[in-house]
């Protein structure tokens, strides 16, 4: 059933396939349908968008009629989704993509018989703006590709072209669809191109062309990937999602390719995430350049220079994949949310938040450049200058910290161990690097923050806290070691980690990012969660780290386990359900099964 039409029926999360062309994404469900795309960019409106209503609301269903699904993954390194059909008499084999390199926006379906006779389904439901908009739709001629007669649909700014065998209108539904009969051997292609309305229709590309160069493309890149051991596989498809999720004209990399989707079914923790926060960039360039991929480093420099130029107080956590800062949240009631889940959110309140570990993690991700053999000038050193001027004026803010908590701010021990990695990272520069700062005055606020942080940030049983207010622990605390603060056995640590053991870990072994109590105002939301995938990853590296590499494996076996059939990941799992949460697939997510996987595959190389 498609997603929306029941609440208690929603296609699980972690059943839809992605494709993409690195500007926006497109989730088709098992059924052979696309419940949601946006065009011409990730963070565009909608045309389809039946995986946060009903079907009613968007999708572009291509199937076998009465047939079964016998196989659905990637075409090997690349982002190519091949789905396998048996039907009552024969097979057929589904391919759908978008060209990354074609400079327009294009999604191809092509439908081939393998074997036997199929028939096939092709169902159309265009709706645009996040369904607030039925567009004209009527059929034309393109005089460049011979008169060729296609489908549009026009509205506002908006436009769709289908080129292919077209369906027929149902005017009651204001849908499309079509029947079509194929033999061993016989094909069917159709390519949906999105557009400004006022353009000039788009002729008819060659489909097997740009299905060669795109499977060319997507291998060309996954091939320079270096991943071994027992989960390169799943290195590999995290790292490409990382690249899909990239966008190839800015540069910027967004979270997750939806919104809304649930951290609580049901509940108001529905967020958009098609943005790029400065932190997820730095986590995904470092996790991109320990496998050797350093193509993009730059281009992700240029997009950070830029969206962060201005004054130093202007500072955001977030911002637009070209840098924009107006992202302003609002709910869309219309729509029933996935699960029936409201509110439906477009744009992010969290970006007016002030996060204290931001800086600290793109000095971080700097430094790896500048190891990484990728200069600085004089313009990138110095908006790092800038950054730690900021850093330096908000040094006695309370913040809202790693998890946009919408409570209370607070001094979260994580944020102020960022804060002393800034400094850090700043002394370092001019220490190994020879690159001009004040160098003084940096020394002086790093050794001032790490004396605060064991003084303040250490509660009576040697755990680190949450933050300076509670003994609490938080699962962003597992962070700490990645920054040099400390090692991942220090005393400190290894009792965080027998905190969390046993205040956050539920019985599979996955891991909560923090205890949730009505009383203290710091989450500031109503509902649970359930596990986040990137603590428990973060869990898998401690325990690798500090000697438990046999739960280290046995714990990261289960998160790849957990991203089954497609070994993509959303936000959160829900180990009792077996079924995954929040927005897909999760940047987060899959930086974290990379350090993970490298954690463990490192400490191996060193007891052999």
């Known amino acids: 059933m498609t997603a929306g039409t029941d609440p208690t029926a929603d296609v699980p999360i972690g059943h839809y396939a992605v494709v993409g062309d690195m500007r926006t994404a497109a989730l088709i469900s098992p059924e052979g349908s696309v419940d949601w795309l946006c065009l011409p960019r990730f963070d565009s409106p909608s045309v389809f968008a039946s995986l946060l209503g009903t079907e009613q609301d968007g999708r572009w269903l291509v199937r076998v009629v009465e047939g079964e699904v016998e196989a659905r993954d990637y075409v090997e390194g690349t982002f ?33 018989c393998t074997s036997g ?77 999105g557009q400004e309305s006022w353009r000039p229709l788009p002729t008819l590309i060659d489909p097997q062309t740009l299905l060669q160069e795109t499977v060319d493309d997507w291998r060309a890149w996954s091939e320079r990937i270096q ?18 999720l990239t966008h190839a004209d800015t540069g910027g990399i967004v979270a997750a390719a939806t ?32 496998h050797g991929l350093d193509g993009g480093a730059e281009a992700w420099r240029e997009w950070l220079l830029r969206a962060i130029a201005g004054h130093s107080n202007q500072l955001r956590i977030m911002y637009g994949l070209g840098g924009e800062r107006d992202l302003t949240e609002r709910e869309l009631p219309h729509l029933s949310g996935y699960a029936g889940s409201r509110p439906v959110r477009i744009g992010n309140g969290a970006a007016d938040q002030y996060q204290a570990d931001v800086i600290g993690e793109v000095m971080l991700a700097l430094a790896d450049l500048r190891d990484g053999g990728i200069a600085e000038d004089r313009y990138s050193w110095g908006v790092q200058r800038v950054m730690l001027q900021t850093q330096a004026e908000r040094l006695s803010e309370p ?53 605060e942080i064991e003084e303040r940030g250490v509660g009576p049983d040697g755990a680190f806290r949450q933050t300076y207010a509670n003994d609490e622990v938080d699962a962003s605390l597992l962070q700490i070691p990645h920054t040099g603060f400390c090692g991942y056995d220090d005393p400190r640590m290894l009792a965080t980690v027998r905190r969390l053991e046993e205040d956050l870990v539920d019985d599979a072994g996955f891991l909560h990012r923090y205890r949730m109590h009505e009383s203290d105002n710091m989450d500031g939301l109503e509902g649970g969660e359930a596990t986040f995938f990137i603590c428990t990853f973060w869990l898998v590296e ?41 927005n897909y697939p999760q940047a987060f997510s899959h930086l974290g099964l990379v350090r993970a996987a490298d954690a463990i595959a490192q400490v191996r190389a060193q007891s052999s």
């Open 80 to 112: 190519v989704f091949r789905t396998l059909w048996r039907g009552p008499e024969g097979t057929a084999e589904v391919l759908t993509f978008m060209p990354p390199g074609d400079g327009r926006s294009d999604i191809v379906r092509q439908v081939r």
């Open 227 to 244: 991943a071994e051991g027992p989960w390169a596989r799943q290195i590999t498809r995290s790292l490409t999602v990382l690249r899909a």
């Open 259 to 290: 919104t809304s989707l649930p951290e609580d079914p049901g509940g108001e923790r529905n967020w958009d995430y098609r943005y790029t926060w400065l932190r997820d960039s730095a986590l995904t360039l470092q996790a991109m350049l320990s």
């Open 399 to 451: 913040d809202h910290g790693i998890w946009e908590m919408r409570g209370d701010k607070h001094f979260f021990t994580h944020g102020r161990v960022m804060i002393w990695a800034a400094f850090d990272q700043g002394v370092r520069a001019v220490e190994e690097c020879g690159l001009p700062g004040d160098v003084d005055h940096w020394r002086e606020l790093r050794d001032r923050v790490r004396a």
């Open 117 to 193: 006779s199929v028939e096939v389904e092709h169902e159309l439901i265009m709706r645009f703006d996040y369904a607030t908009l039925r567009p004209w739709v009527h059929r034309t001629r393109v005089e460049e590709d011979g008169g060729e007669e296609v489908l549009t649909a026009v509205g506002g700014p908006s436009r769709l072209i289908l080129h292919g065998p077209l369906p027929e209108p149902v005017p009651e539904e204001d849908a499309h669809r079509g029947r079509h009969r194929l033999s061993e051997g016989d094909e069917l292609c159709w390519v949906l191109t």
């Open 542 to 582: 401690q325990y690798a780290r500090s000697g438990r590499l046999e739960e280290a494996e046995a714990l990261m076996q289960a998160c790849v386990d957990a991203g089954q059939p497609l070994d993509l990941l959303a936000e959160e799992y829900d180990p009792a359900s077996r079924r995954m949460l929040g």
